[in-house]
């Protein structure tokens, strides 16, 4: 059989095109353009701004009229979608909190526009909500996801998410519009497949009306940051439940696996030792952590010392698989690596993943390290971007 | 344009990597992974290069390429994959093979299939303006009386192809084109 179908490269260059050309139709009046300026024009707009935003609370779900990029992560699920000047995404949290059946429970519930539903006598309360309601009992919310895969022996994790897509997505315009969703690589010591996590998604997207295509995370990345360094590059994407590593060459993913460990590793293992809940952790971390102040009392130390292991980890899981392959072809170059996730984002931790790399031996030279421009809304923007580049079946 | 280039590769990065750092250098490829389609599209498309990936082939299939290889006459083949499947086609006919054992190096095969598109290009050239009765010989086969030796060396260690070198090949054209 012929594969001679154009390349991720070919058609990622007649996105720009195209993207010139309308680029290029808003400016019409107004200037002519030379071939410079239209590249420049497509520059800019593959670099469009991200706007992001939470779902508001009642906030009813929206038709796209476009393709659409979907990050199913661990912590958050975020919806992107392409706007005439720039990319537009809508996240909600991945988690859920259960309160028992009562009248007086759900008119409470009701009147506040709490996201929820009800199922085996339980109301399951959705996204932030949830994580109010955890706050408030002084208690940890639960993920739908664990590790960034879905589990086949628990049934109210898929019910969860599907609730949280249909609360950001519905049936598009046009019926079949490609969506494409970002997968994790395979665990390489975990557990849980990512094939059995790819086909439920796909069933449950198709049902919307959808065509779903998948991209790894780690190569999500790449597409949505390393455009300038010809999609050659290490990109690595530390969310919440995992890190995803993709070593793509020219657009093409070499080599991708994963490590089943992130945030909520980092959160519950400094709960742990300090007695207070995960949930709790997160908040304060997310706060207000810098990896380059001294820590100022147990938990920051505790944080530090697990944010140490996670970049250790990570790290020689990358020396162990890169060496072990026999995919990666002779790259002439040093190659950058582009870090995102939630979990990159803490004040220095560029720096430090950057200088913890003198202990690894990698098989690539590595030209750089550095920090994506929008951490939490990368996965997303890789997949719109890979999205876009896929043909609408008729 | 006519396809140069025929890929055969059932690894689809590998193939597609080939397919795209071909295509960066202006050389029109048609990528397959069957080997069945592999022949015809020789036959039909009567490219200059064959490339056989061997990287994630069945073990039939490397024999299928095996013999493919060895009974192909109309264009060069390059071969590439891990140095003890490679070794599997050290017989036969060598003149016109070229083996490149991994990992995978995009830079060496653009710079041979250059080398070798250019010459027989050359080769056209001159066997054109040579040849009064203006039915094109086989090409390659100029290519092949230019090469006394196989092109590969013996030693299974040093598979690359190091007698393609252009003084090489222009010394032999010149004897067999009597210019000197
Ligand atoms: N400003 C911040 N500082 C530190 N950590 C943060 C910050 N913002 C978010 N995080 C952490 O990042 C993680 C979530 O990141 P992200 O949304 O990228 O993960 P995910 O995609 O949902 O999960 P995964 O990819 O692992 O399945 C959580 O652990 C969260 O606490
Ligand atoms: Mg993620």
Known sequence: ?394 | MSVQVIIYSSDRIRGGILREILRRNKTETLLLDNIMDVKSAISSHKPDIAIFDTSNSLKNEINSLKHLSSSIEECFVMILGDALIINVFHDGNLWNKLFLTDPLDPEIIISKSREILSRIQENRATVKSSDHDSTTAPVIRNIENMEEKPSVADEDIDLVDHNLDIEHLESDLRQYLKLD
């Open chain 1, 1 to 394: 059989m012929a594969t001679d179908r154009t390349s991720l490269q070919e058609r990622l260059e007649a996105l720009k095109r195209a993207e010139t050309d309308s680029g290029s139709m808003l400016e019409n009046d107004k200037q002519d353009f030379n071939i410079d300026s239209k590249m420049a024009q497509a520059e800019k707009t593959l670099k469009k701004e991200v706007r992001s935003r939470e779902r508001g609370e009642g906030e009813s779900a929206e038709a796209p009229s476009g393709p659409v990029g979907l990050d199913i992560g661990t912590s958050h699920i975020i919806v992107a979608q392409n706007e005439r000047r720039y990319i537009r995404t809508t996240n909600e949290l991945n988690a859920f909190f259960t309160i028992p059946h009562s009248k007086f429970a759900r008119n409470i519930l009701v009147k506040n526009d709490v996201f929820f539903f009800e199922q085996d006598d339980l109301y399951y309360i959705v996204g932030y909500s949830a994580e109010n309601f955890a706050n408030m009992f002084d208690t940890d919310t639960r993920r739908s996801i664990k590790q960034g895969l879905l589990c086949s022996d628990e049934k109210e994790g898929l019910t969860v998410i599907q609730a949280i897509i249909l609360s950001l997505i519905q049936k598009p315009k046009r019926l079949g519009e490609i969506l494409c969703f970002g997968i994790p690589g395979d665990p390489i010591d975990g557990i849980g497949s990512v094939t059995y996590h790819e086909s439920i998604i796909k069933m449950f997207i198709n049902r919307i009306g959808f065509t779903p295509i998948s991209i790894n995370e780690g190569m999500a990345v790449v597409l949505s940051e390393l455009a300038e360094h010809d999609y050659t590059g290490i990109g690595i994407s530390i969310g919440g439940g995992m890190c995803n590593v993709c070593l793509s060459y020219l657009s093409f993913p070499v080599l991708t696996y994963s490590i089943q460990m992130g945030g909520d590793y980092i959160d519950s293992s400094a709960g742990s030792v300090v007695g207070i809940p995960a949930t709790k952790v997160k908040a304060i971390k997310e706060k207000e952590l810098s990896l380059i102040a001294k820590p100022k009392d147990r938990l920051t130390t505790a944080l530090h010392i697990f944010y140490n292991e996670l970049i250790q980890k990570l790290q020689k899981s990358m020396e162990r698989v890169l060496s072990a392959s026999n995919q990666i072809p002779m790259i002439s170059k040093p190659i950058p690596i582009v870090l995102s996730g939630g979990t990159a984002m803490p004040e220095g931790f560029t720096d430090k993943f950057q200088k913890s790399l003198a202990n690894v031996r990698l098989p690539v030279e590595i030209s750089s390290v550095h920090l994506a421009e929008d951490p939490l809304n990368t996965t997303a923007k890789g997949a719109l971007i890979m999205a876009m580049t896929e043909e609408t079946p008729e």
